[in-house]
C-alpha cells in the first residue's frame, strides 16, 4: 500500500508536537534576528570606525559562512571554551546570528534611505540620538523593508530542519525517526512537506497583511484602521 491512512493518524500527535518545536525555533530565531540585526546595522553605520570596521567584518563573516557550520561551532565547539547549551538553544542562537545579519543589510538600506534632512532637522532640535532613532528614523525606515524581512523569515522557517543535526526533534527529524521505525518514509515526510508549505503560505500572507498595515499607517498616522 503507497498511502496508509490510518498510520497518518497515528503519527499526526507525534508530527503535532514536533511542528510546535520548529514554530517555537522560528519565532524565537527570528526574534533573535530582527533584534540583533538593527544593533549589528546600527554599529555598522557609526561614524567611528573601531566599531564600525569589527562590525562589518563580522557581518561579512557569518554571511559567507554556512548556518549548519555556525550550528556546529556553537553546540560543539563553545564548549571547549566553558560554554554548554542545550540543543534548542545552540540552534535558536545560531539561526538568529545567521539571519540577523541579513537582517542587518535589510535595516542598513532602509536606513540610508531617509534624507539627509531628517538627521538635520533633529540636530537643530536638539533631540538626543536614542530620540532621533526611536521616534523619527525606525518608524520611517522600517515600513519599507518589512518585505525583506519577511523573506527572510521564511527562509529562516525552511532552514529549521537543520536543527536535526544537533538531535533537535523538530519537525523533520521526528519525521525520520518515525520512518526508520516503521519502514514507510512516504506519509511522514510527505505531511512534513505539507506543513512547510502551509506554513510559508501562511507566513507570506501575514507579512503582507503587516505591509499593507504599516502602509496605512504612514499614509494616515491618526486615522489607521
Known amino acids: 500500500m503507497f498511502w496508509d491512512w490510518s498510520y497518518v493518524w497515528e503519527i499526526m500527535p507525534a508530527l503535532l508536537r514536533a511542528s510546535l518545536v520548529t514554530i517555537q525555533a522560528t519565532v524565537l530565531g527570528f526574534i533573535l534576528a530582527a533584534v540583533l540585526g538593527l544593533v549589528l546595522a546600527i554599529m555598522r553605520m557609526s561614524k567611528t570606525n573601531w566599531i564600525s570596521i569589527p562590525t562589518a567584518g563580522f557581518v561579512e563573516?557569518?554571511?559567507?559562512?554556512?548556518?549548519l557550520i555556525q550550528i556546529f561551532f556553537i553546540y560543539f565547539v563553545f564548549p571547549e571554551f566553558g560554554v554548554v547549551l542545550?540543543?534548542?538553544v545552540a540552534g535558536v542562537i545560531a539561526l538568529g546570528l545567521h539571519?540577523?545579519?541579513?537582517?542587518?543589510e535589510v535595516y542598513r538600506a532602509g536606513l540610508e534611505n531617509i534624507p539627509?534632512?531628517?538627521w538635520e532637522a533633529s540636530i537643530a532640535l536638539n533631540?538626543?540620538?536614542y530620540i532621533t532613532f526611536r521616534d523619527i528614523i525606525i518608524p520611517q525606515a522600517i515600513p519599507p523593508v518589512v518585505p525583506a524581512l519577511g523573506n527572510y523569515l521564511v527562509a529562516l522557517f525552511k532552514e529549521t530542519p537543520l536543527l536535526s543535526a544537533?538531535?533537535?526533534?523538530e519537525l523533520m527529524q521526528t519525521a525520520k525517526i518515525l520512518g526508520s521505525e516503521s519502514f514507510r518514509y512516504v506519509e511522514p515526510i510527505t505531511i512534513v512537506g505539507a506543513f512547510f508549505l502551509v506554513m510559508s503560505l501562511v507566513a507570506a500572507a501575514l507579512i503582507r497583511r503587516v505591509e499593507a498595515y504599516l502602509n496605512r499607517t504612514l499614509r494616515?498616522?491618526?486615522g489607521a484602521r
Open 166 to 169: 544537533i538531535a533537535v526533534l
Open 116 to 118: 539627509s534632512g531628517q
Open 86 to 88: 542545550p540543543a534548542m
Open 99 to 104: 539571519y540577523g545579519s541579513y537582517c542587518s
Open 127 to 129: 533631540l538626543s540620538p
Open 61 to 67: 563573516f557569518i554571511r559567507s559562512t554556512p548556518v
Open 220 to 222: 494616515n498616522p491618526g
